[in-house]
């Protein structure tokens, strides 16, 4: 707040006093510079007692004298803050007039007649019940089921379309995004693999250990870490990664009509803008996974050394406990499950609003929508396997 | 000339990007109440330029007085003082988009007044009703059209009634009738109010009507290649790329 200050100190006297003649006449005199900085307080005080006055008897009749005549300039508050006080008087029944202004400033005086229309009746905003948000809420939850069916059909068609036609593939955006949502994550997901097969491992040993059972803990966390651990943290990485930064990229081309452009042009934005990307997640959804199953594995190694397992003990036990088909039935999921994200991502960023928030909130939706999905997969995933065997 | 008639000063005002240089060497000032239009045609910088002038980009070389303050050099407090004294409309708007068209009005008025909400509300309408736009004040600017959006970006730009304002193409995209008005609220606030324009602007019509100095920029040349009134400029002027400019001669035809 330097600068208002700044301002308030240049001008020592007010630059509007009140003085009331009788009880029907009173006259504000204005002087030097008036302006947003200076009616700071001074707007607020002279609107007090005006009302005071005008409160006192019968309202009607009260003449209020502006005296403009030493005024050195006025800005467009100063105008505001004439309006300000007319309004008063007119509602009040009473007179207002100005004099000695310069005749410079009379077209502006009279800039914003009506004044009426600068002071909006509010009106109250009606009351939504119980009921109608309830049925909202159901709506839009049914448009956005509807969205994702009718996005799912037509990602279907375009895949099997590129399938067929494997040399229209957006080959370069494929590229791109897979080495941005693969290679780029290889770091971070190597971090959170690691801690996670230590933390696994420790948490078990310190149980086991009671019972003697050490040497399941390898077998258990490897596992646990195959089926369950690699590919789900790998997908919710790939969530929060990938699906937020697809969900943008294709928000801030939908808000700049990027994507309106490809419509006109008769081309399938999901045939350009997705499928290049879901097919990156195809590819590196299974990949990433493998990565992360092979370093939580590791880490688990490690840490079951301080429980005096030698490596080779925990390598045999591992053998025993997963077959490929565990290995296999997690990187299956794990395609799925990049199959969910990268569609999500670009599902959200294709319904963006208008403007910069919207963008934002797109990819927040592309997270949060991504991760309910994992879980939603992961679950049918469960069943089948549970029922199958596999 | 005493330094204070001045709103502008420029000084060897070199205007470019790391080793790419736009415009060289300007000199040239913009008197108190005057309305100053920058003209050229596409990529020659005019942008640029008017970026360098409200101190958005630093200039390769060179400085810019506003109201005898370098706005190049200043820091911190001063160069905030300086930032206030001076509206600039975008040529995209640049509303906030979060925010409804009066609140996009009243945010500075927040930050630099001690006003009262009421007062700031009234204060912002003011600005709205200049521009046309009273009915829309609860409209957030993704729900209004793009000229409708620059005319609130110059209610935005003279919320703390600056005594300089910079528009960078306040009429293109305006319908006839809008560009008009526009034309005579800027006249009025001008002649009236005092405020000194800096304009960017190619709409002839606009320019005859409100310009009282222009200067006009050259991609080649890299600088001013014409300076003065725009009517005298369109009569009387040897240079041809000036004359096809104020003529609206097809470069075919000029050849």
Same mark, same amino acid.
């Given at each position: 707040m330097g600068i208002s200050d700044a301002n308030s100190t240049?001008?020592?006297? @007010?630059?509007a006093i009140w003085s009331q003649t009788d009880a029907m006449h009173a006259q504000v005199t204005l002087s030097g510079a008036v302006n947003v900085h200076s009616l700071g307080g001074v707007w607020t005080d002279i609107r007090q007692k005006q009302s005071l006055w005008l409160g006192?008897?019968?309202?009607?009749?009260h003449s209020l004298v502006f005296d403009a005549?030493?005024?050195?300039s006025l800005d467009g508050s100063a105008f505001a803050f004439l309006i300000d006080i007319e309004e008063a008087q007119q509602k009040a029944g009473g007179q207002f007039d100005i004099q000695?202004?310069? @005749?410079?400033y009379q077209p502006l005086l009279r800039?914003?007649?009506?004044?009426?229309?600068?002071?909006p009746v509010a009106i109250a905003k009606p009351k939504t019940s119980f009921v109608v948000s309830l049925g909202m809420a159901t709506q839009d939850l049914w448009d956005d089921a509807r969205g994702l069916i009718t996005f799912t059909g037509h990602l279907s068609a375009d895949l099997v379309w590129s399938l067929r036609?494997?040399?229209?593939?957006?080959w370069g955006d494929f590229v791109n995004a897979a080495v941005e949502a693969g290679i780029s994550a290889l770091p971070i997901v190597g971090l959170v693999a690691f801690l996670i097969g230590v933390i696994l491992s420790f948490q078990a040993a310190i149980g086991m250990e009671q019972f003697g059972a050490v040497t399941f803990v390898g077998p258990l966390a490897a596992l646990g870490i195959v089926r369950e651990m690699g590919p789900l943290i790998t997908a919710i990485l790939l969530a929060g990664r990938s699906s937020a930064a697809f969900a943008a990229e294709i928000g801030t081309m939908t808000v700049n009509s990027e994507v309106d452009a490809l419509v006109t042009g008769g081309l399938s934005p999901i045939r350009f803008l997705v499928v290049p990307r879901v097919l990156a997640g195809i590819l590196v959804a299974p990949i990433l996974t493998l990565f992360a199953d092979v370093v939580s594995i590791f880490s688990s190694m490690l840490t079951m050394q301080i429980y005096g397992v030698p490596f080779i003990n925990f390598y045999n036990g591992m053998l025993a406990a997963v077959d490929v088909e565990d290995v296999l039935s997690g990187l299956v999921k794990a395609t799925l499950f990049g199959v969910v994200v990268s569609a999500m991502g670009c599902l959200r960023g294709m319904q963006t609003g208008t403007g910069a928030a919207a963008v934002g909130i797109s990819a927040t939706r592309a997270v949060v929508s991504s991760i309910v999905m994992i879980v939603l997969v992961d679950g049918i995933f469960a069943y089948i396997s549970y029922r199958t065997g596999f | 000339m005493d330094a204070l008639d001045n709103a502008i000063d420029v000084q060897n005002l070199t205007v470019g990007y790391g080793s790419k240089?736009?415009?060289?060497?300007l000199n040239f000032s913009v008197k108190n109440g005057e309305i100053f239009v920058i003209l050229g045609g596409s990529g020659c910088g005019k942008s640029s330029l008017l970026k360098n002038l409200f101190g958005l980009y630093e200039p390769l070389s060179g400085d810019v007085l506003i109201e005898g303050q370098n706005i190049t050099t200043a820091q911190g407090v001063e160069r905030q003082k300086i930032m206030t004294s001076f509206g600039v409309m975008y040529q995209q708007g640049?509303?906030?988009?979060?925010?409804n068209l009066l609140d996009n009005v009243t945010l500075f008025m927040e930050e630099y007044t001690h006003l009262t909400r009421d007062q700031m509300n009234l204060l912002a309408r003011c600005k709205l009703d200049l521009v046309g736009l009273l009915p829309y004040?609860?409209?957030?600017?993704?729900?209004?059209?793009g000229g409708m959006q620059k005319r609130a970006a110059i209610a935005r730009a003279m919320a703390l009634d600056p005594k300089i304002l910079f528009l960078d193409?306040?009429?293109?995209?305006?319908?006839p009738i809008t560009s008009a008005d526009l034309d005579s609220t800027i006249l009025d606030l001008s002649k009236n109010l005092g405020f000194t324009f800096v304009i960017v602007s190619h709409e002839l019509a606009s320019i005859y009507s409100i310009a009282d100095k222009v200067i006009m920029l050259d991609k080649d040349a890299k600088g001013i290649i014409a300076e003065g009134d725009p009517k005298t400029l369109r009569d009387t002027s040897k240079d041809p790329r000036v004359h096809q400019f104020f003529n609206r001669i097809m470069s075919k035809d000029a050849a």
């Open positions: 240049i001008s020592q006297a @007010p630059v006192q008897g019968s309202a009607q009749g005549s030493k005024v050195s000695g202004l310069d @005749p410079k800039e914003f007649d009506p004044i009426d229309n600068l002071f036609n494997i040399r229209q593939v957006r | 240089v736009l415009l060289q060497n640049a509303l906030f988009g979060s925010m004040e609860t409209y957030m600017p993704s729900e209004i059209s193409e306040p009429s293109a995209g305006l319908d």
